[in-house]
């Protein structure tokens, strides 16, 4: 008898949507591997839904709060059904970035100097001297993520305005100029990089990650192969000083401009990554000779409790 997959999508994030389309991706996949799937867009009742539709396994494939934060990993523990991707502790950790930056550093991985300040402070005066990156401590998919230009001479007021949705307190990052490059982690393994390059803008935002060519994907990163290797190994690192579990994919910052610094330092690790047909894990996954279907079909048999 196939086993019943609970795909649990959507939620009340800001990534809601995405999360929909990821989640609809991986049905549809895991269906045609064989599997007797039903989508779930969970919601507030998702324990008595699950309670009623005992899977014998949950992918889960929403984003950010409440899907990637540790509390949906909490309550498929309770409730006893296996699941994909990180546990409660992992998932708790990466989703806070300042938190996630402490552990990766202890481990000896390279992030960018920082600071938490309260965002009506950091709309007064600068918290860094530009340019810097101001970001919400616990959001994904760039969302509310704003860079401050070098000669700029007032912080952005949109921190003290009511538009601001991402909390009282926020990161604020020194920018590191060059490439924005991805490494994905499966397992105890990584995978293949990804130089992403905005098709328009000077950066990659929410519309960059998920429009239709809203960003050009370069893989293998056309990168010194020792460079390659060390992005390999600190997404490996940061998976495992984490504690991540099955699939993970770290976003990172290579500075080779002229005259630059040439740092290289992780800025996150996503625990659930983006599952959408412009995602980069299915894209790096499939350079390594992984059909879609069997990307999601390993993270199925991945699955356990106590993660």
Request: charged share 20%; aromatic share 6%.
């Amino acid at each position: 008898m196939s086993k019943h997959v609970a795909v649990l999508m959507g939620g009340w994030s800001s990534e809601r949507q995405v999360s929909l389309n990821s989640g609809r991706a991986c049905a549809d996949a895991l269906e045609g591997e064989g599997f007797r799937v039903t989508q779930v867009d969970v919601g507030p009742d998702i324990a008595t839904v699950l309670t009623e539709l005992r899977p014998d396994v949950a992918l889960n494939a929403l984003h950010g709060p409440a899907g990637e934060d540790g509390t949906i990993q909490g309550l498929l523990e309770i409730l006893r059904i296996p699941y994909t991707h990180s546990g409660v502790l992992a998932s708790a950790l990466a989703m806070h970035k300042e938190r996630a930056k402490t552990i990766m550093k202890a481990a000896g991985v390279s992030v960018p100097e920082g600071l938490v300040v309260n965002r009506h402070d950091a709309a007064k005066s600068h918290p860094l001297t530009p340019p810097y990156v101001i970001k919400p401590i616990a959001e994904g998919s760039s969302m509310g993520v704003i860079i401050v230009q070098d000669g700029r001479s007032h912080p952005p007021q949109i921190l003290a305005s009511d538009e601001w949705v991402y909390g009282e307190q926020v990161l604020a990052e020194t920018y590191v100029a060059g490439r924005e490059l991805t490494c994905a982690v499966m397992g105890d393994k990584a995978l293949g990089v990804i130089e992403i390059k905005p098709a328009s803008g000077e950066w990659y935002d929410f519309d960059a990650k998920y429009a239709e060519g809203g960003s050009i994907h370069v893989l293998p990163a056309e990168i010194k192969p020792k460079i390659y290797q060390r992005v390999q190994e600190l997404s490996l690192t940061a998976h495992q000083a984490l504690g991540c579990r099955g699939i993970s994919r770290a976003d990172l910052r290579y500075d080779d401009t002229p005259g630059g610094t040439g740092a290289l330092v992780v800025l996150e690790v996503n625990t659930q990554p983006g599952m959408t047909k412009t995602s980069l894990v299915p894209e790096i996954a499939a350079y390594a000779g992984l059909s879609f279907g069997e990307l999601v079909r390993w993270m199925v048999e991945d699955a356990t409790l106590g993660r």
